[in-house]
């Protein structure tokens, strides 16, 4: 069967909504056509440039019709750079697409008739820059010396940049510190072609709460010049804790190695919400947008009833975050994860809280959940923010079997919570959707989901 459109044909579009990734789709002859930088409700010439069986994809050449909700966008580097997808889109838009995207994925994936859940509005930011608090930032040799940059889209060439209006700017600060004190001591970053030098990425945080500043270099190898080189790292202001992670296998897909070794400085840096304090050690899990952090466990703790809901399973608990903000509230709290490092955080932070309510199980949910089932724990909520590819099978099936009085779920990702939903929808009516914007101009969207046994 001959396909509908060749590559470099040029069609006219119309602008149709906005896919998962951000990108604009328009629709010829019935056939989806992606087109990056494209936005609803535009009319625009499109040259295809990869055809499949099924769709389409397409750069714009011209514009016919623009969006009166189209932007200029703020960063210099969003055409080549792949961290955000819609800065092009005007921030009530964003949150509008982001909304209309969540009801799509729970409709189709689910089954669920939409006007049976009560969706509430959006929880926007108030200033939607400079909100990420984490980065992790590739490096690469240039003929001027080391530099931190982003990956463009679908690829890995890496675009340089030492200011990044998304991420903290202390964050970008210290990151350009970092690569002057690396060039000083010739520390070269890894070339995975050539097989050599030593750095593969700078991580960097810095805590909303006390604007402590974490940095640890992901490396191939220890050489003396890093210890030279931490000596003045933990001199830029801020700095209070410098370590490395040696990771030399380029075919992990993991940033960090199995350890990480403090060099200069304290092992944790302090995070917190009110009075609530957690230490975090560089491998520890925290949400890289404290601002929406804080927002999205009162969120949680708003559908909770603590007369009723006392006993309450954090899964996927990370550093014990949620566990930790709502356990003086609670009778009983256990946290559930899989990474040790978030685990021992999580043990450190209840007792710097002098929690003893609170306990924390290290393992995957689906072999854990079980055994704290047969230790006698029995839930009134269980709460589950799982990663990307959602809830496994064997754990959905363990909800279903074992029904408790509410599920409040904390999602990433639309589609794998739509699929979830589907499963469990036989045993828990969905009661609200809260959507969530944690990552302004990125086509990501965050929601809380409230089921209730039927």
Known sequence: MEPLLKKEQRVLLTI?????????????KRQAVFVDGAMPPEEVIVEITEVKDNYSKGKIVKWN????????PFCRHYEECGGCQIQHVSYKEQLNFKEEMLKQAIERYSKVELETIKFNPIISMNNPRYYRHKS???????????????????????????????????????????????????????DSIKMRGLVRYVVTRVSHLTEEVQVTLVITIFNKALQKAAKEIIR???VESVGISKNKDVRNVEIFGDEVEILEGKEYISEGINNIKYDLKPKAFYQLNPEQAIKLYREVKSHLDFEVDQTIIDMYTGSGAISIYLAPYAKKVVGIDVNKESIYSARHNKKINK???????????????????????????????????GIDQKTL???????????????CNPSTLGKNLGTLKSKYKIESITPLDMFPHTSQIESITVLKKR
């Open 397 to 411: 099936e363990l909800l279903n079997r074992k029904v408790v009085k509410k599920i409040i779920y904390v999602s």
């Open 65 to 72: 019709i623009r969006a009166k909700e189209r932007v200029r």
């Open 236 to 238: 830029i202001p801020g």
């Open 136 to 190: 992790q930032m590739p490096v690469r040799n240039t003929d001027e010396g080391i530099t931190t940059g982003l990956y463009k889209k679908e690829s890995n060439e890496l675009v340089d940049i030492t200011n990044c209006p998304v991420q903290n700017e202390k964050v970008n600060f210290v990151n350009a510190e970092v690569v002057k004190i690396l060039d000083k001591y010739e520390i070269r970053a890894f």
């Open 355 to 389: 929690l003893d309510n609170v306990d924390f199980e290290i393992g995957e949910v689906k072999d854990v959940l079980p055994i704290v089932y047969r230790k006698g724990v029995e839930p009134d909520v269980i709460i589950i923010d799982p990663p990307r590819s």
């Open 16 to 28: 149709k909504r906005l896919g998962i990734n951000g990108e604009g789709i328009g629709y010829y």
